[in-house]
Antibody, heavy 122, light 107 residues
């Protein structure tokens, strides 16, 4: 079964750091670009970051650039999101998602995890 | 960033109805548009990509059309399982953006 399972979401104080993980199974992880997307009731779905199959191409939304770092470990079929200097507006349900196209970052996301909740509050 | 605007925000319909949702882009995105369905407590599910290509396993009652700045998702005969929220997403540039969503509810 093709599956993505996120973890690491929790309650964190503003200004602190958090690392999210996403474990992939059921497909050849290192063939595909991967993305992080977040969702809040107020702002809806917001794309956060993407990384190509070999980590050679990485892109970020302006809202997280310089604070978040996406990475992957193909040997472990895992995707990560290091989140630093967290703000109240980063509070959201974070999904990892698989790109539909092999190799490059393209955009349609055909497999999603169930999400992990990040709460930023003092 | 490219802004995506969906209409309507909410749509009330009955089983068997033909329904359409519109998505407008603030600038041309060629056919680089996807549609997703999301049910409460679940992740989005890809329905259509490249404006009109049906994702594998998605029922043929779903169809997509459009190019440039205006796009439409049509459900030819609404089924009970289709009551959900639908989002469009552009992937023309390396800063993907989603529409605000259209909730399809039971009339």
């Amino acid at each position: 079964e093709v599956q993505l399972v996120e973890s690491g979401g929790t309650l964190v104080q503003p200004g602190r750091s958090l690392r999210l993980s996403c474990a992939a199974s059921g497909f050849t992880f290192d063939d595909y670009a991967m993305h992080w997307v977040r969702q809040t009731p107020g702002k809806g779905l917001e794309w956060v970051s993407a990384i190509s199959w070999n980590s050679g191409d990485i892109v970020y939304a302006d809202s997280v650039k310089g604070r978040f770092t996406i990475s992957r470990d193909n040997a472990k079929s895992s995707l990560y999101l290091q989140m630093n200097s967290l703000r109240a507006e980063d509070m959201a349900l974070y999904f990892c998602a698989k790109d539909i196209i092999r190799g490059v970052i393209h955009g349609p996301l055909d497999i999603w995890g169930q999400g992990t909740m990040v709460t930023v509050s003092s | 960033d490219i802004q995506m605007t969906q209409s309507p925000s909410t749509l009330s319909a009955s089983v068997g109805d033909r329904v359409s949702i519109t998505c407008r882009a603030s600038q041309t995105i060629s056919s680089w548009l996807a549609w997703y369905q999301q049910k409460p407590g679940k992740a989005p599910k890809l329905l259509i990509y490249k404006a009109s290509t049906l994702e594998s396993g998605v029922p043929a009652r779903f169809s997509g059309s459009g190019s440039g700045t205006e796009f439409t998702l049509t459900i030819s005969s609404l089924q009970p399982d289709d009551f959900a929220t639908y989002y469009c997403q552009q992937y023309n540039t390396y800063s993907w953006t989603f529409g605000q969503g259209t909730k399809v509810e039971i009339k």
